[in-house]
């Protein structure tokens, strides 16, 4: 490849604009007064955003780049997360209610900041009972239950770090987790409820200890009444632990730049990456960005439909809302469960007013059909948001007509488990927005596109996303690992942190995000990004979701493979095929028509919805496969396997 060539090509061309609705603009949190405070002075702005939260101690420096990459913030200051939750909103709000929550079955409960503060200090003393103390970590593995962020709390005021891990995870993973930093302590329930069945995970916590020797107790949670082993001594009840507690637990004074959690992250290849997260920074940017971004105003109910399995859940369900006094909603189950309609009928119960959600979730509706959300009430709807992956423009617009009711802004947020906080995204009063783009970095956040040689591209290219200024809530290592943290975050551009996703921006400078770096492909010396081709699929009427990958192809390099589901109630035939390559071709160029189009009904996927597309190269090299257990669909795996080896046949007759 020559140098001069792009990074990433991109040829795709959206033009649709929404500005912001008016009584967005008029009463917007995020002004462009404030976007240009920030611009003119980041380090100001950090500190005056970190002044809303509350400081036992006031801190030194704000930020402190001595180190760098391993920057520090809010140095010398101290205080407590949890205490930031709870403690400072009991006098105005100690009966607003904090979290609706839902279980999957139908049981409810309605938790105020004061029940939510009690069960965190009762927590927190059986901890302590336990022998859990400052710096101890503590395993979390939980369905999406009240006592998950009340478990994490309840370490936050003790100052002992979590690490949740997943539900769906295996008892593999969750081990391989706890060895990695050594947790003393695991808190469990006996079973938890996903689309009306139990997924058990006393029993996985169970094989897991057998190669964990650091572990000292199991605090089990009761949530189905389903059959345990119980190991005496080891492990506790947690109703019987919390019962004995006092209601009361003063907060550990925190360092700011004291461990407040690690979230393990999996790379495409090695073991997982432990994502170290401090105190000060992290509260601070939480705070701020889920303040702005969400426009957040004291009547609303703001539900963000992730697990706080992940850092969406971490960031904002749990520290971000909770420090901003906000009413939130909590869904332990399936989307589907007992119906297609269970998501609108939550929104409906409880007014909520702000929906964050994945581009997966989106495109699983969509295939369902507008009936359900067509049948609630879902007028109390005034934002939207969208994380995880690109959502493709097919995908936004469907959201915005069928859920937002074409008045909700969408903001399209872009971050990371390790940026901590969302860091491209649209304020929604002040930004207009273009389906599928992510639009512009956020107060305070430095972020460019960089060519091979680290230079910033111009208007209209792609290449590297970089991030060129440290942030309150940035990862400050990986845990135990700090040569590994700047290698793959700050060695192949020095002084910039580099995202691993390709990105572009257009001529306005609006950033579209084009999928991770090694999701590019090669099609005859053009560096194609495998999103835009899968959302000029997903375009087509017929098509729910699409996935593209790279083939190793004799003549072309690479050649394009694409995987597709349907929309509920079309077949798919040969014509259809015909069709949807025709489709890409107009849309994008013929560069871009996929060479083969296997019609599946299911993609594989990670746990947290993202396409393994890694797993469809090596199908589609017809590779042998490597291990699938990470997958939450398994099963579809062989399937396609055998669909493309046909696809492949008839691809290369032409
Ligand atoms: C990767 C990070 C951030 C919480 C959930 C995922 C992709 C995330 C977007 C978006 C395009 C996105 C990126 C990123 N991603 N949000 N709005 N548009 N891509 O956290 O598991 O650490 O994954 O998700 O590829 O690098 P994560």
């Keep these: 490849m020559s140098n001069r060539q792009p990074p990433i090509e991109s040829l795709e061309v959206e033009d649709r604009v929404f500005p912001p609705p008016e009584q967005f603009a008029a009463r917007a949190v995020a002004t462009s007064d404030l976007v240009a405070a920030a611009a003119a002075d980041p380090e100001g702005y950090w500190a005056a955003e970190a002044s809303r939260l509350e400081w036992i101690e006031p801190w030194q420096q704000v930020l402190d780049r001595s180190g760098a990459p391993f920057f520090k913030w809010f140095t010398g200051g101290r205080l407590n997360a949890s205490a930031n939750c709870l403690d400072r909103h009991l006098a105005e709000r100690g009966d607003r209610v904090a979290f609706y929550w839902e279980g999957e079955p139908g049981d409810a409960q309605e938790i105020t900041y004061r029940d939510l503060y009690e069960r965190v200090c009762r927590l927190a003393n059986g901890l302590r009972e336990l022998g859990v103390g400052k710096g101890d970590r503590v395993a979390i593995y939980l369905g999406m239950v009240p006592e998950l962020p009340v478990a994490m709390l309840a370490c936050a005021r003790i100052g002992a770090p979590h690490t949740v891990v997943f539900g769906g995870f295996s008892p593999n993973a969750l081990s391989e987790r706890i060895q990695d930093c050594s947790c003393t302590a695991v808190i469990t329930a006996d079973e938890g409820w996903r689309n009306g069945k139990t997924i058990p995970l006393k029993a996985n916590v169970d094989a897991a200890l057998e190669s964990c020797p650091s572990v000292e107790a199991a605090v089990v949670v009761r949530r189905t ?13 947690y109703h019987e632990l919390v019962e004995r507690q006092a209601p009361a637990c003063p907060p550990e004074p925190m360092d700011s730049e004291d461990l407040l959690y690690i979230l393990y992250t999996s790379g495409t290849t090695g073991k997982p990456k432990g994502i170290v997260h401090t105190t000060g ?23 963000c439909a992730a ?54 979730a989106i495109r699983t509706f969509m295939k369902w059909g507008t009936d359900a959300p067509a049948g609630c009430d879902l007028t109390s709807l005034r934002l939207l948001g969208s994380v995880g992956e690109p959502i493709n ?10 859920i937002g009711g074409g008045r909700c802004p969408i903001v399209d947020t872009w971050w990371q488990t390790e940026t901590g906080t969302i860091m491209i995204s649209p304020l929604p009063g002040i930004t207009s927005t273009k389906p ?104 087509h009427p017929a098509v729910a979701e699409a996935a593209v990958v790279g083939r190793a192809d004799a003549i072309t390099g690479q050649a394009i493979a694409a995987f597709v589901t349907l929309v509920g109630g079309v077949v798919g035939d040969e014509d259809l ?30 746990r947290s919805g993202k396409i393994m597309r890694r797993l469809l190269r090596d199908i589609s090299d017809d590779r042998q496969l490597g291990d699938v257990t990470t997958l939450a669909n398994a099963e579809v795996v062989r399937e396609i396997a055998d669909m493309a080896t046909a696809a492949r046949a008839a691809g290369q007759e032409e």
């Design 225 to 237: 009444g389903g059959e345990v082993t119980w190991a005496e001594g080891r492990d506790h009840w």
């Design 281 to 303: 920074g992290y509260m601070a940017g939480v705070a701020s960005t889920h303040r702005q971004v969400f426009d957040l105003r004291d009547d609303d109910v703001y539900w």
């Design 307 to 360: 697990d706080c399995g992940w850092v969406t859940g971490h960031s904002y369900i749990v520290y971000g809302p909770l420090a901003n006094g906000c009413t939130g909603v909590l869904y332990e189950g399936a989307p589907g469960f007992p119906g297609p309609d269970r998501w609108w009928r939550i929104i409906e119960r409880h007014r909520v007013s702000i929906l964050y959600t994945a581009p997966t």
């Design 393 to 402: 423009p097919e995908a936004w617009m469907w959201y915005h007509q069928h």
């Design 436 to 539: 599928g783009s992510a639009t512009f970095p956020l107060p305070g956040v430095g972020a460019d596109i960089v060519d091979e040689a680290g230079t910033s591209v111009g208007l209209g290219q792609g290449g590297y996303l970089v991030l060129t200024e440290p942030w309150p809530a940035m990862l400050r290592t990986l845990y135990g690992d700090d040569e590994r943290y700047l290698e793959t975050y700050w060695s192949r551009f020095p002084g910039l942190y580099l995202a691993g996703d390709g990105a572009r921006r257009d001529e306005e400078g609006y950033f579209w995000l084009l999928g991770r770096i090694d999701d590019v492909m090669n099609v005859s010396g053009h560096r194609l990004s495998t999103i835009e081709i899968e959302s000029a699929l997903v375009d």
């Design 577 to 606: 095929i015909g069709e949807l390559r025709g489709h890409v071709a107009k849309r994008i160029g013929p560069i871009a028509r996929p060479q083969s189009i296997v019609l599946t009904a299911d993609l594989p996927k990670t």
